[in-house]
């Protein structure tokens, strides 16, 4: 594995709520911005579905960075779903952090459905963060590496 | 016979592992369990591991095939059985008895090829007691001796001496690559320190248990005693017991999704769980106190009643000391055994 | 201890004599000095009641059982358990009406290795709930400790560290699940890693992902919940400091959102079901000093 010179080509997945972020993806896309290929979408109802198990179990199948997108605190479409989901994935990150895992892998941002531009420019700036990262090695399974 | 000091032991291992990977008893991150030995790792002798050395044969995952899926093909992969040679140092009696209990049930008819590989790639160097390790210790009870263990090699830490005796081919062969470590004597001063060993065991907290009445014989007079109804009470319904037992050998077999394809293993299950045993129709032990009480009537009632008598439990204590609700083996024998039948 | 472990005694066999109760949790002896076993007692075997510096085990999840079944359990509560007592009732685990709590005092409880983790930090004295209380002067004096003092040790290391220490740790976990049965936040008729369809197994120690994920999710699962009682550390057989993994949770929670002990307040909102407009962001995390 380590003779071969292969370019990292990071996996990200971010999760976005339905009403706010993945409008705001959505935006992105027919404006033309652009957002590197490595990020992967996974539509949520909202942001305060996402169990922290679906971030372990998103580095767990390779992915090398998790992006949580919402819409911006006090405009959650269900009113207050993404305040449960700030006080859960600050929690989160603090203990992942604790066990050593870089705490940079993993983020949480507020995209409204009208902010296209700044879809696109979390996605770029995570990318390039997870990029200079590397591959996830601390938490990932090795069951699941092709 | 050969002896050499104990100071020298780390010659000892280097050499072995020279030819083998050698698994004896370190102590890691506060506990001692059997792990691969390292120059500078901390061999600990004289504590009983927290798991048995049954890993090595039979270990707590293992995989049995791959699936591999690509557009409409489907590869099967079976691992390669294991062919490296390992040695396994410092089995304490009990444990070497529980080795010729898992060999009844995975070399019988029929035969578990994995189990099988591992056996005969290993080289077992058993450690006999010169004194009960620790209170717990009921291994007299099942007539095990303490201080001669079965195994490829015996040996004994008396003083600052380290006896090797070899009992077979294998054993010889791995004697015959650390001679000149050693030198020859007759073990004359053993005698008499096993004698002490096995006086001492008699004394032992739990060494008068009384197994009469756990054999074939009264197996429905066990099943129906009324008193596991008060003795499961407090189990939790964890694996403590079975994960730490040197005998226990129910395994269950999982799929894997791995993204790319399946990965079929199996990994050790516990009598003590809700879904052991569980099928579409369900479970059939849905209670506690039925899980609890086939824990020990397979021990000692079941496995005897089909394997000549010999009981599955080989009296370690690891779960004596292990239970977080002591509600262990010793309990239920000194609750159920000893009556007048 | 000795006079008050004679009153409580006493007291319980004079309630079940009464007919008050119908039945008593408390603990029985076992097989040797130091072991204790939660039990079940009626008129016919409450001579085997014992309450002494061993009765370690915290007896408030059997009451989840056990308040289910006719007539009203006394249940011998220690001052820590009745904090997790607390916290079950306010889950609406445990039928209030069904139990007739009984506070005992406690100076601190032994394991066959001495004082238990748990009693080095001990929480206090007051009961968070009882309808009676037998305890007396010795019984309320709290040893000083700093409990998160090795939570914050850890966290002044390099993340190198702290992750070559947790998997030190966490490599030694067999997957018993004993942390997970003896645990009093831990109610759920079905567990999420006894689910077969979670993809998660509870029973296989497959590799370090598995391990890390099942301790994660376990703490995160009672965060907000656990008082920080200690049984997962004390069951636990192969020694894993897991009271740390709960107690990262417990100080960062009270660093962000104010000071909170689960199962103090029945009425209480935790942290966890509650949020405030200004409440930190999750980049706080990411701005923390290394």
Redesign the interface.
């Known amino acids: 594995m380590q003779s071969t010179v292969k370019e990292f080509k990071p996996l990200i997945v971010a999760f976005c709520c339905n009403w706010c972020s993945y409008a705001g993806a959505d935006l992105a896309g027919s404006s033309r911005l652009s957002y590197p290929a490595d990020v992967k979408i996974i539509r949520v109802p909202c942001s305060c579905r996402v169990n922290p198990l679906f971030i372990l179990r998103a580095f767990q ?2 992915a090398d960075g998790v992006i949580l997108c919402g819409c911006h605190p006090g405009d959650c479409h269900y009113t207050s779903g993404n305040y449960y989901a700030r006080r859960r994935m600050t929690l989160l990150f603090s203990m992942l952090d604790y066990l050593g895992v870089d705490r940079r892998r993993v983020r949480v941002e507020w995209v409204s459905a009208a902010e296209g531009a700044r879809f696109a420019s979390v996605m770029n700036d995570f990318a390039a963060t997870i990029h200079e990262l590397g591959e996830n090695v601390k938490l990932e399974d090795l ?2 590496k ?1 | 016979m050969l002896k050499l000091k104990t100071a020298n032991a780390d010659a000892l291992y280097s050499r072995i592992s020279d030819s083998a990977k050698l698994y004896l008893p370190v102590k ?4 001692v ?1 059997y792990d691969l030995w390292e120059s500078g790792c901390e061999v600990t002798l004289g504590e009983m591991t ?2 048995s050395p049954k890993d090595l044969f039979f270990p ?2 293992e995989d049995l095939m791959a699936f591999r899926v690509s557009g409409k093909s489907i590869e099967i992969e079976n691992p390669e059985l294991p062919t490296e040679p390992f040695v396994l140092f410092g089995v304490r009696a009990c444990d070497a008895r529980s080795f010729d209990v898992l060999d009844r049930v995975f070399l019988s008819d029929p035969v578990d090829s994995y189990y099988e590989a591992r056996r005969n790639c290993g080289t077992v160097v058993s450690l006999g007691c010169l004194e009960p390790l620790r ?2 210790c009921f291994c007299s009870v099942f007539g095990i001796d303490l201080a001669e263990p079965e195994g490829d090699v015996q040996a004994w830490v008396l003083g600052d001496e380290m006896y090797l005796s070899a009992k077979t081919e294998k054993g010889e062969k791995l004697l015959a690559a650390v001679k000149d470590l050693c030198e020859e004597t007759d073990g004359a001063p053993l005698a008499a320190a096993k004698d002490e060993a096995r006086a001492k065991m008699a004394k032992n ?2 060494a008068d248990l009384d197994l009469t009445g756990f054999d074939g014989e009264h197996m429905m007079e066990k099943f129906n005693a009324p008193e596991w109804k ?1 003795l499961y ?2 189990c ?5 017991c ?3 037992c040197p005998t226990c050998q129910c395994y ?1 077999i ?1 799929d ?5 394809g399946i ?1 079929r ?1 199996r ?4 009598c003590m ?3 052991f045993t569980m099928m579409a129709a369900g479970t059939n032990r849905k209670t506690q106190m039925e899980r609890f009480r086939q824990r020990f009537m397979h021990k000692l009632v079941y496995f005897p009643a089909n394997n000549e008598g010999m009981y599955s439990c080989v009296g370690c204590g690891r779960c ?3 239970c ?5 083996i ?2 239920v024998i ?1 609750t159920l055994g000893g009556k007048k039948q | 201890m000795q006079a008050v472990a004679e009153k409580v005694i006493a007291r319980a066999k004079e309630l079940l004599a009464s007919g008050e109760v119908q039945r008593v949790l408390g603990w029985e002896k ?3 000095d130091y ?6 007692f009626e008129q016919g075997n409450i001579d085997k009641l014992v309450y002494d510096k061993f009765c370690a ?1 915290n007896l408030s999840k ?1 009451l989840v059982e056990v308040s289910k079944l006719e007539g009203k359990t006394l249940a011998l509560i220690k001052p820590c358990d009745s904090l997790s007592l607390n916290q079950l009732l306010c889950e609406h685990r445990v039928k209030r009406e069904n139990i007739y709590v009984l506070g005992v005092g406690c100076k601190g409880m032994e394991g ?1 290795d001495g004082l238990c983790m748990k009693c080095e930090f001990c929480k206090g004295k007051n009961f968070a709930i009882s309808d009676e209380v037998i305890d007396d002067e010795s019984c309320r004096e709290v040893p000083q400790s700093d409990r998160f003092a090795a939570v914050r040790e850890l966290e002044e290391k390099t993340p190198e560290e702290r992750y070559a220490f947790w998997r ?2 966490l490599s ?1 976990c ?5 942390c ?3 645990c009093p936040a831990c109610t759920c008729i079905k567990c999420v890693f ?1 689910n ?1 369809d979670s ?1 998660v ?6 590799d370090t992902f598995e391990e890390n994920q099942f301790h994660i999710i376990r703490a995160f699962h009672v965060a907000g919940r656990c008082t920080d009682c200690g049984e997962c550390s ?2 636990c ?3 894993i400091p897991l009271h740390l993994l709960n107690r990262k949770f417990i100080k960062d929670m009270d660093t962000l959102y104010g000071d909170y002990q689960a199962g103090e307040d029945a009425e209480a909102r935790h942290p966890l079901i509650n949020f405030t407009k200004a409440d930190a962001e999750p980049s706080v995390v990411l701005n923390r000093g290394e």
């Open positions: 199948r390779g069951r699941c092709q | 890691r991150a506060g506990q369990n927290v798991k707590q995952s209170e717990t907290p739990l008060d009470q407090a939790l319904g964890c694996g403590t079975t994960f730490v269950d999982r894997f999704d791995t993204g790319h990965q293993y990994c050790w299950d516990s769980y809700s879904d004596v000391s292990k977080p609700m002591h509600l262990h010793a309990k000194r | 076992g097989e040797f072991e204790r076993t939660p039990a079940l085990a059997k066959k030190s740790e030694k067999i997957r018993c699940n004993a997970r049965n003896v006894d077969p993809g197994a509870a029973k296989a120690n497959v004390r069951v057989p192969q020694g």
